[in-house]
């Protein structure tokens, strides 16, 4: 069954340490992941995908296969970059049918 | 433009009690989803349209869940006699195309609770 695993529900880094966001996931196909963030008192909203390999605000995200793993990395973390995020995995349900399965979501905190 | 739109934002029913949640979605927006968010837990799926097509229904947690979408745009999701585990915010997602890659635009949820 497919699954998106987030280990981490809250993670603090200091400003300007490095910070990664872990995922890792469970999907028979060809996975195509995304990450989404949600700013206090903001809607939810895409970060990035995998299939664009951009990096959006310092953040980039690289698919390894072998491990199932999503991780989000940043170099520098901001105060900015404090927010929730939620690593997902499309899945198809057949009869033209997808879906977003999420990760329970990690609180990522950046301490001044 | 305005983006996706849900109404109410809050909303607090007894035991038993039907409530009926809006979705207005970007304009020209094809796809449009529902997911269930539960406090500490990532949104989960409920239903997908496309258009007024309910292509996927199978999140949906019990027959006392209906949602529909008539004209293709606006989307209602009802939820008969609820029950305190109905209680989590309902988010709306639309995305302009069909296409499973194509991104997906969030409103703000209501937050239903149940007492």
């Known amino acids: 069954a497919q699954r998106v695993t987030q280990p981490e529900k809250l993670l603090s880094v200091f400003k300007g340490a490095p910070v990664e966001l872990k995922c890792n996931y469970s999907?028979?196909?060809?996975?195509?992941l995304f990450w989404y963030v949600q700013y206090s008192r903001q809607r939810l909203q895409l970060l990035l995908r995998?299939?664009s390999r951009e990096s959006i605000k310092g953040f980039t995200a690289d698919l390894n296969k072998g491990e199932t793993s999503f991780h989000l990395k940043k170099p520098f973390a901001q105060e900015e970059d404090s927010a929730m995020y939620y690593c997902a995995l499309i899945t198809y349900s057949g009869a033209g049918s997808y879906q977003l399965t999420f990760g329970k979501g990690t609180k990522l905190s950046v301490i001044p | 433009g305005a983006g996706v739109s849900q109404s109410p934002r809050y909303k607090v029913a007894k035991r038993g009690q039907d409530v009926a949640l809006r979705c207005d979605p970007i304009?020209?927006?094809?796809?449009l989803f529902w997911y269930q968010q539960a406090l500490g837990q990532g949104p989960e799926f409920l239903t997908y349209?496309?258009?007024?097509?309910?292509?996927?229904k199978s999140g949906l947690p019990s027959d006392r869940f209906f949602a529909e979408r008539p004209e293709g745009s606006v989307s209602t999701l009802k939820i008969q006699r609820t029950q305190q585990e109905d209680s989590a915010v309902y988010l709306c997602?639309?995305?302009?195309?069909?296409?499973?890659?194509?991104?997906?635009?969030f409103g703000p949820g209501t937050r239903l609770t149940v007492l």
């Open positions: 999907y028979s196909g060809s996975p195509e």
């Open positions: 997602a639309s995305s302009f195309t069909s296409g499973a890659t194509d991104t997906q635009y």
């Open positions: 304009s020209g927006h094809v796809s």
């Open positions: 349209f496309q258009n007024e097509a309910q292509l996927d």
């Open positions: 995998h299939i």
